[in-house]
């Protein structure tokens, strides 16, 4: 060697889905990973994701490519606004998907999720992944922490039911979204019942069996990615047909953590 002698030496991230991030550093979330030190103000957090980790993301394919969720960024988000805000009813807005997020099969992806608080209980949150050097930035939205006592709003499910009177057969129905190139595989296959009304529709859901015992979510992201494959049964009608894979979420509550029906 000799004075000034430049070297590069890269540190790996360590991988975050198993129980810590390797030397005792806490994995907080499966798809936060761990917190990383900032300099400024903003909040970082960094998972190592792929279609194995979490095993159930494999089951979520668009034109045979495993594709991270809609309610997976939602849920990402939700978790770091318990990171930052601690406990309450947390309330994301303006969500939008850029770019999706792709596994590759056998590929690791980086991702981090950057929190920038924006006021006294507001933040708005960047969800990107590394390739390489570059950053591909994929959704982004705002979290604000809710009042107390600001409970969820009353709905009557007997004037829903009404209002859906024709049942769809379960089975059908996901052969029907499998044909038009989107494929839920038995994990986030969700939906037990399914009513179809005038413009609307109804679901009566459940988490697979196998995901049950999964309790590191607050909303587990197989079951909210149920909810959005209701709405389907409304687009699906008619004689022109489409893929549609659901990219903005205008205003979603939170009031605390969900069970595994809904």
Not at 31 to 54: C, D, I
Not at 77 to 84: H, K, N, P, Q, S
Not at 160 to 177: H, K, Q
Not at 180 to 191: A, D, H, K, S, V
Request: charged fraction near 20%; glycine fraction near 10%; charge should be negative.
């Amino acid at each position: 060697t000799y004075p000034f002698q430049r070297q590069k030496f890269w540190i790996e991230a360590p991988n975050s889905t198993a129980g810590d991030a390797g030397n005792g550093v806490p994995v907080l979330h499966p798809f936060l990973g761990y917190r990383l030190a900032s300099a400024g103000k903003e909040v970082l957090f960094q998972a190592t994701l792929s279609a194995s980790a979490p095993h159930f993301l494999d089951d979520h394919r668009v034109q045979e490519t495993v594709v991270f969720p809609l309610s997976g960024y939602l849920e990402t988000a939700l978790a770091a606004a318990g990171e930052y805000f601690a406990a309450g009813a947390h309330r994301l807005s303006n969500v939008e998907i850029y770019e999706p997020l792709i596994f590759p099969e056998g590929q690791e992806q980086t991702v981090q999720t950057v929190l920038t608080p924006d006021g006294e209980g507001k933040a708005s949150f960047v969800l990107s992944s590394r390739s390489r050097e570059d950053w591909t930035p994929h959704a982004a939205g705002s979290i604000q922490l809710e009042e107390e006592g600001s409970g969820p709003d009353q709905v009557s499910l007997e004037a829903l039911r009404s209002a859906c009177p024709t049942e769809l057969a379960v089975d059908e129905f996901y052969a029907g979204i499998r044909t038009l190139g989107t494929e839920y595989r038995p994990l986030f296959q969700g939906i037990r019942q399914l009513w179809k009304g005038e413009g609307q529709s109804l679901g009566r859901l459940a988490l697979p069996e196998a995901l049950v015992a999964d309790g590191n979510y607050l909303l587990h992201p197989a079951l909210l990615d149920a909810c959005f494959q209701v709405v389907a049964a409304v687009l699906l009608e008619g004689e022109e047909q489409n893929t549609y894979m659901p990219v903005s979420v205008d205003a979603m509550r939170l009031h605390g953590r969900c069970g595994a029906t809904g």
